[in-house]
């Protein structure tokens, strides 16, 4: 049997919703229904209590690591195998790229972010947003920079393990994508190590992203195909408007709070004061939080910079940084140490890296993106770049300059 209690109305609210309804219509919606006992033929399908030593003995049950610390150990990790992650971040920061990124480092075993260690194993990356040519040419991309692919190619057991999945246009119903993976997944042997969606917010369909319950309902199911299949759910969440250095990290990501606390990790990126830099934050459920990282977008890569604070994060009306005039006068410095000309863009790399400038290996094609998008900067310690008509690399000169970095001695 169930009893019925009536809700009283509670304020002028529900006044308002009321009014001009008859005694009848007005008692139906403060209604309502509590479950005293099970209704006739109740079949009860949930887990069992469990006893204490019953419940420690579920520690064997633990999933596999999937993104490990820098050392391949649990000390640094981020997740677990049939875990869920979102990776949050502001508009066009760069999070399909990470995403990639991180399907490559699954499928080869590598370092994402050229930092966190991933077991090996076979990724499903499910496109949604870009044309299949655009992922293809991104995911080589990222591939070749990482030195995963050579010559546009993939080793056999890395090519195995990569499968992307271009619904774009197709299919953006999660009932129906989750159905089809059943079946597809039982060809995989081994099974999924991940299963990597981009952009979340097209597999929403009816749900109202601001809606505690529908959100709930979709992290329900994502939850119960990872459990079934064994793979961990990756996908990436776009950051609320406005500036987010003064919020807590997992309070960034828009939209209701469901999707920034239901995720066993959460890893945010947030701009740093040096332009073209982002902190990554992290919450994780499983493991003790891994101190605060800056990273450097290199295109098409986000690498560590170490020298870096990640307390500076970039506050509201400040723009960022710019590196250039700095990088701009060890090109020159360069120039000057090699006779005032440099026949390539690997020949400039090598004599910066001699005089000891660059951090690490990661920094070079950061440098080189930061004297692309400032070219005054060169242009203002008489640096010239000469195109050649073989279409080779440009040759690197100097040329007279109109001022001189104030601690150069020529």
């Known amino acids: 049997m169930r009893k019925i209690h ?27 229904k509590v479950a005293d006992d099970p209704e006739e033929g109740f079949q009860d399908s949930l887990p069992p209590w469990l006893k204490g030593n019953d419940l420690f003995a579920l520690k064997a049950q633990t999933p596999g690591l999937l993104i490990c610390g820098p050392n391949g150990g649990e000390q640094g990790a981020i997740l677990r195998q049939k875990r869920k992650l979102v990776i949050g971040g502001s508009s066009k920061m760069g999070k399909t790229w990470t995403l990639c990124d991180l399907a490559l480092a699954v499928a080869s075993g590598g370092k994402w972010l050229g930092k966190f260690k991933c077991e090996q194993g076979a990724v499903l990356y499910v496109n949604l947003e870009l044309d299949g040519c655009t992922a293809a040419r991104r995911m080589e991309w990222i591939a070749t920079f990482r030195e995963v692919a050579v010559d546009g190619k993939l080793p056999p057991e890395i090519h195995e393990n990569l499968l992307t999945w271009n619904l774009r246009g197709k299919c953006y119903d999660l009932s129906i994508m989750l159905s089809a993976a059943r079946q597809r997944v039982k060809e995989v042997p081994g099974g999924l190590k991940v299963i990597i969606l981009d952009p979340i917010y097209k597999t929403y369909g009816g749900r109202d992203e601001n809606a505690a319950g529908d959100m709930a309902s979709l992290m329900l199911e994502l939850e119960q195909f990872a459990d079934e299949c064994g793979a961990a759910i990756c996908f990436a969440a776009h950051f609320s408007k406005g500036n987010q250095a003064g919020k807590d990290a997992m309070d960034r990501i828009s939209g209701s709070g469901v999707m920034a606390r239901d995720p066993d990790a959460i890893v ?65 410095a360069a120039l000057v140490a090699n006779g005032g000309e ?9 004599a910066i890296k001699s005089g000891g400038t660059f951090p690490d290996n990661n920094a070079i094609a950061a440098w080189r993106k930061c004297l ?9 310690v008489g640096v010239e770049v000469v195109a050649l008509d073989n279409g080779k690399d440009p040759i690197w ?11 150069d001695p020529f």
């Open 268 to 332: 945010t990126f947030t701009q740093h004061e040096e332009e073209g830099c982002f902190v990554m934050e992290s919450s994780l459920r499983e493991f003790a939080p891994v101190p605060a990282t800056v990273f450097e977008w290199a295109c098409p890569v986000l690498n560590p910079r170490d020298d870096l604070d990640s307390a500076k994060l970039r506050q509201p009306g400040k723009a960022g940084v710019s590196k250039a005039p700095e990088r701009a006068d060890a090109v020159r």
């Open 372 to 380: 692309k998008d400032h070219p005054k900067a060169l242009a203002e």
């Open 397 to 407: 000169r100097l040329k007279l300059a109109d001022r001189k970095p104030s601690n």
């Open 6 to 32: 009536k809700a009283q109305p509670a304020g002028e609210a529900a006044y308002m919703e009321t009014k001009g309804m008859d005694e009848g219509e007005a008692s139906k919606i403060h209604t309502l």
């Open 342 to 350: 440099l026949p390539s863009r690997s020949a400039l790399t090598a």
